[in-house]
């Protein structure tokens, strides 16, 4: 792949670039992102890297020793994934320079995002640099770059209307859920994974009526952690098959490289249903429901894809603020490269 002479750079796989299925076949877990730094980083290639993996993205930023090494870098994701470079290279996007900056920009403050103006990936972005920074993968460049990226993303949600509602993933599932039903205080829902999604979608069923929900966690304690603040019924994941049929609605998030729901349990759930239908939302990437599960009578499987187009309906006020948002990112953008240049991190 060529990028120019520039040094900086950054590979992006998501939404924008690749589908759903190829998004998770590229996703990196937290626990295997270690071995993607200590692969990348052997090859010496980079002074500088950072890996940004959420539930839309994969993104690896690299300030490179040579411009010339980014095909290395290519050679290393794809031999982590176990892949030819040839397929990586067919939805993997580059971009370099200033408009790699921009590019970070855009993406911390929502641009980016399927759902636009979303807030969670902020945190994400500030994860990811933290957990690059701590384990000494960044420097002088990367530091500047996200520091004053961060100040950036901050003005743009701030001085525009981008974050007008404060749209998430699990907002939009739950909202899915109530037109589906009418009224959530008449449907049992469960919410499958306990983390950052999985609580924000517990707090959004609580604050859309649901009454009657139940919140499983591979610990159960962590499920009745939950549960002791937002109410509800703790259940371990480990015994999906023995409650899955008492709940109507179900939103998975959990982090995964196997589905948490496959054919065969969903369809033996069925069976103690009494022809009632099932609901499944899946929000996890990789995926936690298997596709095949969409198939089956009575059955409706909606993904991430599915909720961020319905999204998309209401998002006038974030569409008609874009064009706002993105001149403040390409003139902070160029700002931070010509600071870069000055101090010769280019």
């Not at 990811?128 to 384990?135: D, I």
């Not at 899915?176 to 009418?182: P, S």
């Not at 159960?220 to 999906?240: C, F, M, N, Y």
Request: hydrophobic share 40%; glycine share 8%; net charge negative.
């Amino acid at each position: 792949m060529s990028q120019g002479g520039d040094s900086l750079v950054v590979l992006t796989i998501n939404h924008e670039t690749a589908p759903l299925a190829v998004r998770e076949t590229y996703a990196v877990a937290d626990e295997d992102a270690v071995r993607l730094y200590e692969l990348a980083s052997s090859t010496n290639a980079a002074e500088e890297l950072l890996v940004l993996n959420t539930c839309n993205r994969f993104e690896l930023y690299a300030r490179l020793r040579e411009a010339s090494e980014t095909d290395t870098l290519v050679a290393a994701i794809a031999d982590f994934h176990g892949k030819p470079a040839s397929e990586l290279e067919q939805v993997l996007h580059l971009r370099s320079g200033r408009e790699a900056i921009q590019h970070l920009i855009e993406v911390s403050a929502g641009l980016r995002s399927q759902i636009t103006g979303e807030v969670e990936i902020f945190g994400q972005v500030k994860v990811a640099y933290a957990t690059s920074k701590e384990n000494g993968y960044t420097g002088k460049a990367l530091n500047r770059i996200f520091q004053k990226g961060f100040q950036a993303a901050k003005l743009i949600r701030n001085s525009t209307q981008i974050g007008e509602g404060q749209i998430n993933i699990s907002n939009v599932a739950v909202e899915l859920a109530g037109k589906i039903f009418g009224s959530l205080a008449n449907a049992a829902t469960l919410s499958l994974g306990t983390g950052e999604i999985g609580e924000k979608t517990v707090k959004a069923l609580r604050s859309r009526g649901a009454r009657r929900f139940g919140i499983a966690s591979r610990q159960r304690e962590r499920a009745e952690s939950i549960v002791g603040q937002w109410g509800g019924r703790p259940h371990t994941i480990a015994d999906l098959e023995t409650y899955l049929p008492e709940y109507d609605i179900v939103i998975a998030s959990v982090g995964t490289e196997q589905a948490i729901l496959n054919e065969r349990l969903v369809e033996r759930g069925l069976g103690r249903r009494d022809d009632r239908p099932l609901f499944l939302i899946d929000l996890g990437l990789p995926r936690n429901i298997e596709q095949a599960c969409g198939e089956l009578d009575n059955v409706f499987l909606y993904n991430l894809d599915d909720l961020a187009a319905i999204a998309d309906e209401n998002l006038q006020e974030r569409r008609n603020a874009m064009p706002q948002c993105q001149r403040i990112a390409a003139q902070k953008a160029q700002l931070i490269w010509e600071s870069l240049q000055k101090r010769g991190l280019t």
